[in-house]
């Protein structure tokens, strides 16, 4: 499992790869942490390259979520697969963020909490 990460657009993009597992949880919770405390306050969770997400990474995101919206930000999904993509519907995550395509499609999404997807 690796985790990268990239601002642009005044975004934090961050890719989980693999299995996002409670030691990767631990790690991106901190990760995101650090980019709202440098200012950021949009989020695309690039989940392109993520095979299994565990509850642990269900619970960062949330809490992100959460923390984001705290600050008038938000968060988005982008080129969710179909097995993490089932994992997120079944809890419910769809209507608490957007989905888009990919990194791009997504990197257009307003800070505000307001869908455009």
């Known amino acids: ?6 601002s642009r657009s005044e975004a934090f993009i961050i890719r989980p790869q693999g299995l996002l597992s409670m ?4 790690e991106m919770e901190e990760l995101l942490e650090m980019a709202l405390s440098d200012g ?20 960062v995101i949330l ?4 923390r984001l919206r705290e600050l008038n930000g938000n968060a988005v999904l982008a080129g969710v697969g179909e097995q993490v993509h ?16 990919s990194v791009e499609a997504a990197l257009g999404f307003p800070s505000d909490g307001d869908s455009e997807a």
């Not at 030691?23 to 631990?26: G, I, L, N, S």
């Not at 089932?86 to 395509?101: I, P």
Request: charged share 25%; proline share 0%; aromatic share 10%.
């Open 23 to 26: 030691e990767v949880a631990h």
């Open 63 to 66: 809490k992100s979520l959460r």
């Open 86 to 101: 089932s994992v997120l519907a079944a809890g419910g995550f769809f209507a608490l963020l957007d989905e888009f395509d």
């Open 40 to 59: 950021l306050r949009k989020v695309v969770f690039d989940f392109s390259e993520l095979t299994m997400i565990s509850s642990d990474g269900l619970r």
């Open 1 to 6: 499992m690796s985790l990268q990460t990239e």
